[in-house]
């Protein structure tokens, strides 16, 4: 069965800085894997996902992550944060040729925004 | 585009009683899921449908819980009786079909607190 961490519980940054939250997977094939946010009060929306092809997916709002297959890891990115991007942030795995039921998530990562 | 609706938005109960949770997912999208989402916990999976069958409730405790989706459109959860372990935030999710591969639409979710 497949299963994600997410070794962060919380990260502050600054506004302007870079950012990059930690997953680390486990699965014996090729996962499929997700990043989420969750804003206060809102529900969880699709960052990114990878299924195959190219290791460095783009997502929206300026993030993007990076699937490394050696280090079981899909860690996510952002050159330069916003106050907006203060969130929760949740990484997700799941098998392929499954049903989204299927679908693991992280304990999630809190990402606070210093100015 | 409307998202997906839930009612309540916060719900107070004491121990032993009922309370029920509504969605109503985004036009059209046949798959329906509800999650629990424990606090500092990612969401977890209580139970899948697709339109108005069940295909996934494997993670419903079901001698408390119960839901349904009357004409493949809107869903109730309902927990009867309620537990102090069941405070958590509640989240509907849709999609338009079951496989992995499917966005899953989040609603902004009940949060209930049992006391």
């Known amino acids: 069965a497949q299963s994600v961490t997410q070794p962060d519980i919380h990260i502050t940054v600054s506004e302007g800085a870079s950012l990059e939250l930690r997953c680390n997977y486990s699965?014996?094939?090729?996962?499929?894997l997700f990043w989420y946010v969750q804003s206060p009060g809102q529900g969880l929306q699709l960052l990114l996902k990878y299924f195959s092809g190219d290791t460095l997916v783009q997502g929206i709002k300026g993030f993007e992550a990076e699937f490394k297959r050696s280090q079981s890891s899909f860690n996510l990115r952002k050159p330069s944060v916003h106050w907006s991007d203060a969130a929760e942030y949740f990484c997700a795995v799941g098998a392929g040729y499954s049903s989204a039921s299927k679908i693991i998530f992280g304990s999630g990562t809190r990402l606070s925004i210093r100015p | 585009e409307a998202g997906v609706a839930q009612s309540p938005r916060y719900k107070i109960i004491e121990k032993r009683q009922s309370v029920a949770f509504w969605c109503n997912p985004i036009s059209g999208h046949a798959t329906l899921y509800w999650y629990q989402q424990i606090l500092g916990q990612g969401p977890k999976l209580l139970i899948q449908?697709?339109?108005?069958?069940?295909?996934?409730d494997s993670q419903l405790p079901k001698d408390r819980f119960s839901a349904e989706r009357l004409k493949g459109v809107d869903s109730t959860l309902k927990i009867q009786p309620a537990k102090l372990e069941d405070s958590a935030v509640y989240l509907c999710?849709?999609?338009?079909?079951?496989?992995?591969?499917?966005?899953?639409?989040f609603g902004s979710g009940t949060q209930l607190s049992v006391l």
């Open positions: 999710a849709s999609s338009g079909g079951q496989g992995i591969n499917e966005k899953l639409f």
């Open positions: 449908f697709q339109n108005n069958g069940v295909v996934d």
């Open positions: 699965y014996g094939a090729t996962p499929y």
